[in-house]
């Protein structure tokens, strides 16, 4: 099993900056590749970005590309995701995800690619 805790979100205003942690705990062999999702009220939960294990294939949504960037430190079994110009359709519940699969499948988008899942955090955009 593997735990996700994710950290960082809040309030601010269009136009800021928010950087999310995800801290992974337990089998953290099976965290190969890494993802963040988001979901808004009254939307489907939808993909953000997604990171191997090596970090050498890192995938965006049209919607955050060129403004978010996705990055991770395994000797601290931790994934971030750097946002910056926060939008007002940017605020959701950010969800942390995790999966012994290589992203290699292109199927990197999928929910159901990932085998663990955090509590998520709200990111609240205010204009």
């Known amino acids: 099993q593997v735990q996700l805790v994710e950290s960082g979100g809040g309030l601010v205003q269009a136009g800021g900056s928010l950087r999310l942690s995800c801290a992974a705990s337990?089998?953290?062999?099976?965290?190969?590749?890494m993802g963040w999702f988001r979901q808004a009220p009254g939307r489907e939960r939808e993909f953000v970005a997604a990171?191997?294990?090596?970090?050498?294939?890192?995938y965006y949504a049209d919607s955050v590309k060129g403004r978010f960037t996705i990055s991770r430190d395994n000797a601290k079994n931790t994934v971030y995701l750097q946002m910056n110009t926060l939008k007002p359709e940017d605020p959701a519940v950010y969800y942390c995800?995790?999966?012994?699969?290589?992203?290699?499948?292109?199927?990197?988008?999928?929910?159901?690619?990932?085998?663990?899942w955090g509590q998520g955090t709200q990111v609240t955009v205010s204009s």
């Open positions: 990171i191997s294990w090596s970090s050498s294939s890192i």
């Open positions: 995800a995790a999966g012994p699969r290589s992203l290699d499948s292109g199927r990197f988008y999928q929910d159901d690619e990932y085998d663990y």
């Open positions: 337990g089998r953290t062999s099976s965290t190969n590749g």
